[in-house]
């Protein structure tokens, strides 16, 4: 027992080293990327672009839900072809070229389908999952798959899945809000063996706001052994009480990063900076400000 603790310790501090010199500025893309204000999210300071939401199909096949008024659900591969269209990968693939501080691109899904997948036909390279994932990649120029399963938790496929996406070159992060204990489970089951810079499961993107709002990040650092980057959300109107104006924002990241030194931070979501008229640069500011 006291290895392991002594371990996890290591760990922590290899990790803290690691952040400390690169922290996370990050922001889930909630509205249709081919409506949204590409230029805005390129330049307003945010580093880390989470592309909401894919789903896998029962099938394997993977859709890129619009979640926006007047656009229509894509289906982006299937049986191993990226079939999303050139303009969809060419607006995805511009976030990290030009005039851009974005460095990394991500999309995140729940766990939908996963669980059977990957017992049957299984996460082989010849299984139409891996190869749309490939595919995906490849026409998306993508980093990292993003986690947000709020219902199944289930440690076994969820582990599988991510040393799938391993061997296809993708890293993997989370993005709780509740269940610390399954976290914390697969945390250290998908990072066995490996070591800071080569973690596949490298961050953990912690919900403080709706039913993380009492989320604490230095106790989730605490029971992961890693640094979080917590997000806030932004002002809105479907639940306004959730919402913090930048200001607020300012105020709350920075007596957290005080308290416990923060791999970053980040906004849910796009969708209702724009909605809402609301300043991307403002916003992005603040991230700059308290995580430069």
């Not at 990327?33 to 330049?43: F, I, R, Y």
């Not at 991510?162 to 250290?188: C, E, H, R």
């Not at 063996?193 to 709706?210: E, I, K, S």
């Not at 029971?223 to 913090?244: C, E």
Request: net charge negative.
């Amino acid at each position: 027992m006291k290895s392991h603790i002594l371990a996890k310790a290591l760990l922590f501090e290899l990790l803290f080293q690691y952040v400390f010199a690169m922290h996370i500025r990050s922001i889930y893309l909630f509205k249709d990327v081919m409506k949204s204000n590409t230029t805005a999210l390129k330049t307003s300071g945010f580093n880390s672009l989470i592309i909401f939401g894919i789903g896998v199909l029962d099938n394997g096949d993977i859709e890129y839900y619009s979640n926006t008024p007047g656009s229509s659900d894509v289906l982006v591969a299937s049986n191993g072809t990226y079939v999303g269209g050139n303009a969809l990968a060419n607006k995805i693939r511009s976030f990290k070229t030009g005039t851009t501080g974005a460095n990394r691109l991500e999309i995140s899904m729940n766990s939908q389908h996963i669980s059977d997948l990957m017992a049957n036909p299984g996460p082989g390279a010849d299984t139409p999952i891996y190869r749309n994932f490939k595919a995906l990649k490849a026409a998306w120029n993508l980093d990292a798959v993003n986690n947000d399963d709020e219902s199944i938790y289930d440690v076994a496929s969820t582990v599988t899945f991510a040393q799938m996406l391993a061997n296809i070159g993708y890293k993997y992060t989370i993005v709780p809000y509740t269940n610390i204990d399954f976290w914390a489970t697969i945390t250290t089951q998908i990072n066995e063996g490996r070591t800071t810079p080569d973690l596949l499961m490298d961050r953990v993107y912690l919900q403080c706001y709706d039913g993380g709002a009492d989320n604490d990040p230095g106790d989730w650092q605490s029971m992961l052994g890693m640094k979080v980057v917590p997000l806030l959300w932004v002002i809105n109107d479907s639940k306004p009480y959730d919402g913090m104006t930048p200001a607020q924002a300012q105020t709350t990241f920075a007596d957290w990063n005080q308290q416990d030194a923060l791999a970053g931070g980040g906004y849910w979501n796009d969708y209702d900076i724009e909605k809402m008229g609301s300043s991307y640069t403002q916003y992005g500011g603040v991230l700059k400000s308290v995580f430069p």
